[in-house]
């Protein structure tokens, strides 16, 4: 969600979770597999958010 903050600023905020069986194996793969990935998709959707923005701003 976006929320429009004074002085022209914006703050995006993200939540989410994830459950996993077995539970102990959770930690592993979220070094391993998940953190990875989940950095390079937020890392190209803020840079695409940030692009469109900076678009319809001029």
């Known amino acids: 969600m976006i929320y429009r903050r004074p002085g022209g600023r914006t703050r995006l905020v993200v939540s989410g979770y994830w459950s996993f069986r ?34 319809e701003s001029r």
């Open 22 to 55: 077995p539970t102990w194996l959770q930690p592993v793969l979220s070094i391993l597999a998940l953190e990875p990935s989940h950095w390079v998709t937020q890392t190209r959707q803020f840079s695409n958010l940030k692009r469109l923005v900076e678009s």
